[in-house]
Every structure is written in structure tokens, then in C-alpha cells.
């Protein structure tokens, strides 16, 4: 593992006040660089996810009956998906693009 280096303050503030389309944008490139980059920039995410796992979600957080629709039995969907699914699924994509996926099991 690589040691961390120290980010200046004027680089800190660019950073803190980026729309999150620049900020993503400015990753892609560093990313693209090659391994030099690229390297330190997934084991930091893997070790961040290693660190905090993602919690399991409540099936009813991810799914309220307010957004399935009625329940007549005919499974209707309302087709909105919760904002908290919409976390849950990011993160899973985080997760199984670390390489993570074995480690997020239960």
C-alpha cells in the first residue's frame, strides 16, 4: 500500500466546491492515467467499503408499499423505485466493481 500524500489547501477547496459532474469528470481522467493511478484510487474505495460495509436493507425500506401499488395479488407496480433503492443499488455496484462481492454476503 502506497502512502498518502498531503492534498494542499487551494487543491482541498477545488475539491470541497466542485459539482459532483466536474469532481467526476477530473476522476475519470486521473483514473485514465494508468495503474499509477488507478491503483491507489480502487484500494482506497475498497479499503473505505472495507472499512464501513454497506448495510443490508430492509426489504420494506427498499420497496414501500406506497411506491408497489396495490396488493390484489396481480404484483402490480407502481414502477417508482425509493430513493433508499436507489442508494442500496449504488452501493451494490460500488461493491461488485471492487471486487467486494464475496465479502458483502451475510
Known amino acids: ?15 470541497s466546491n466542485l459539482s459532483p459532474v466536474l469532481l467526476r469528470s477530473a476522476l475519470r481522467t486521473l483514473v485514465s492515467q494508468g495503474a499509477t493511478t488507478q491503483r491507489p484510487f480502487v484500494e482506497h474505495i475498497r479499503r473505505r467499503l472495507q472499512e464501513t460495509p454497506p448495510p443490508l436493507t430492509d426489504a420494506q425500506e427498499l420497496f414501500p408499499q406506497s411506491l408497489r401499488g396495490s ?15 436507489s442508494e442500496y443499488i449504488a452501493l451494490t ?14
Open 71 to 85: 396488493n390484489d395479488g396481480n404484483h402490480t407496480s407502481s414502477g417508482v423505485v425509493s430513493q433508499a433503492c
Open 1 to 15: 500500500m502506497a502512502a498518502s500524500g498531503h492534498v494542499n489547501m487551494m487543491d482541498d477547496v477545488l475539491i
Open 93 to 106: 455496484r460500488c461493491v461488485f466493481s471492487s471486487k467486494l462481492a464475496m465479502e458483502a454476503l451475510p
